[in-house]
């Protein structure tokens, strides 16, 4: 009788008018019917992406976007920054390498956000580096990285802003056409609302042109060949059709609440995740730079961040996100991403209240709901 | 993109498990494969009712079973006792009086229990008295009336007792067996996790008996003509078939955690939401005889509760109730039956806070959740 809370970065809780159109009898995707969907679907993912460009519907998992942005627009050989905070930092530089390009590592401490100027330095220092590849949102350290500012760096040297907005698209704000974003890539099992198993990817006309002299190696993650494809309102391969229906709902849902609304609703719950992890006394993981995504703290010292994951989500029903790598064990990950709203926060809080006091911690119960609650209050009239 | 949040006193939440039963194909009643889920669903609910005698599922309300319990058992001008303490103790006098029973008003103030020895007084006093009716749970005031003091009373005499367990069948224990009850009812929307649609009725031995001799005029709700039929593992009028589909399923739930600690969670859940009340100042409607099913609370003074119920609901996505009557826009009833666990009981408590914040009262937000968790932890290791 135990209920179940989906409270981890990704997959995000789905809600029922995707579920329910993802439960129709399955159409086929060579038909009017399907291709007329498909189309609805492209322009108002145009809307979230905020970009007059194409945005490319991939069946496979964020990663897949990933991979397409490198091998569509290098060839083996290229040199690339990565700017590597964390572990998905980490995976541009193993597509990278995977494909033969020279990658020139960033290293940024995991939940700290890079500096520009840094970024400017490495650049101006390695004339040949045509690439930027970079996290809007770093999942595993709950740190944001200023695109904008690294958009101006790259803006104007032959070089593209390649972004993995995977917990960032729909999360909160980055303008592709406005900053200057050349590649940003999501995936939908986050702020997009739905089960995993598609990938997007939006290329800039200065993208696209690096695209057409690329030599890596591609055949299901054929960017042109989909870019073409799209124009006939269709799919190179063959789509995850129920999907796509789930998307065109969960697009709507956003696009009635509005862009700016929905980043609004991210931003309150995320402040209201930190002013309760300070209530009760967590070191914030990304304290100058947090991402509206997730919300990293550290676990109190004596406590071991694994088994209170265990704990809050075999005992609870709570899955929330560890950490990874050096920080396995020691930091709690709360999401607030996609279809989430003031109880799943409040549910969160509560829930790890009572899991530290099981752990012997002491804590007062309630505090940290109630300063949670103080800024939640904004989101009602 | 407000989620919603059900927590009235009926209809329930319904769980995953039982909407994925019911969402399957229909299927024919006139089968063997509905007649073996129907049998094994009625064997199944001879549990939850505790009792050897068969359970009888009739495809109406509550209110349905109701009617049954008068017109399968009395004829006009028979005389009954009602223990009338609620917006349903009342309905039990509306529906002898519409079926020529004399009745027998026992008034309970609203909130309280009936006192045992009151019954008694007013059965010695008229011996042509052929039946008590009473709630076990009277949902319109959240009191739980003493139906084992009751049982006691009427056990020897040639007067039955009839119990509308429509919120306490589940949620509390009514052994009806053990304890001599002749006549309980009760609804899918409640305990049972169902959508409603579905009323049941248990008969005692003794209340069969009054079957044979009894005159008021029926046809759906004839006792005797379902009896048959369900010995024949089928209904005497076309089931509701999905939704004893979701009865197996719910059933088997209930039985998997077993009825003990199906009493110990609703009991757990009551307790937090009073402890809640009680910290956030609220005088509780049902000091002495609460019932574990909901928790009526008086607003406080000066605010609406009519437009309280309204907000929460409206605003705030949380569905609870009002007061009914001359109760109205003076309370509010939580509710935690059926599929309700720690975090629905958190997200009201919440909800409450928050909302009376809005409505200018003083709340220490957090503090009414703190002594919510601080009962609602007993339940994890």
């Known amino acids: 009788m135990k209920k179940r809370y989906l409270l981890a970065p990704g997959p995000t809780p789905v809600p029922e008018a995707a579920l329910l159109a993802m439960a129709q009898p399955i159409i086929h995707h060579r038909t009017p019917q399907f291709s007329e969907i498909f189309k609805e679907t492209a322009e108002l993912l145009k809307y979230v992406f905020q ?44 597509i990278s390498e995977a494909y033969g390009l020279k990658v020139h590592w960033l290293k940024v401490e995991w939940g700290k956000a890079v500096n520009p100027a840094d970024v400017k330095k490495l650049l101006d220092e390695n004339p040949k580096v045509r690439g930027v590849l970079v996290q809007a949102s770093e999942t595993s350290t709950t740190a944001a990285h200023p695109i904008k500012e690294l958009a101006a760096i790259t803006k104007d040297r032959d070089c593209l802003l390649i972004v993995d907005g995977i917990t960032a698209v ?6 592709m056409d406005a900053w200057g974003v050349d590649v940003l890539v999501s995936g939908s099992q986050k702020a997009f609302m739905l089960p995993p198993g598609l990938a997007f990817a939006a290329l ?18 054929d960017f042109k060949k989909e870019r073409k494809n799209l124009k006939d309102n269709t799919t190179a391969y063959t789509p995850a059709v129920s ?10 849902m956003i696009k009635e609440d509005g862009l700016e609304n929905t980043f609004k609703r991210h ?57 990874q790598d050096h920080l396995k ?22 829930a790890i209240e009572m899991a530290l006091v099981k752990f012997g911690h002491k804590v007062e119960l309630g505090k940290a709901v109630g300063a949670a609650q103080q800024v939640l209050l904004e989101g009602y009239k």
Chains 1, 2 share one sequence.
């Open 51 to 94: 970009t007059g460009e194409d945005v490319l519907i991939l069946a496979a998992s964020g990663t897949g976007a990933m991979e397409g942005s490198i091998v569509n627009l290098y060839s083996p050989g290229d040199e690339v920054i990565v700017i590597n905070g964390g572990k998905f930092g980490e995976r541009w530089v193993k």
């Open 267 to 323: 931003d309150r719950l995320a402040r209201a995740t930190r002013a309760a992890g300070a209530a009760l006394g967590l070191k914030p993981l990304a304290p100058e730079a947090p991402s509206n995504a997730a919300t990293g703290v550290f676990v109190p010292e004596g406590v071991d961040g694994g088994k209170l994951v265990k704990y809050l989500r075999d005992e609870m029903g709570v899955t929330m996100a560890g950490g």
């Open 329 to 350: 064990g020691k930091i709690l990950r709360i999401a607030h991403l996609g279809y989430v709203d003031t109880f799943d926060i409040i549910t969160s809080i509560a």
């Open 243 to 252: 999907l796509i229906i789930g998307l065109n709902t969960a697009l709507k």
């Open 170 to 175: 729909g999360v909160f704000d980055v303008p």
């Open 204 to 221: 800039s006309q200065k993208a696209w042109k690096f695209q057409e002299t690329a030599k890596c190696p591609k055949f299901y993650f």
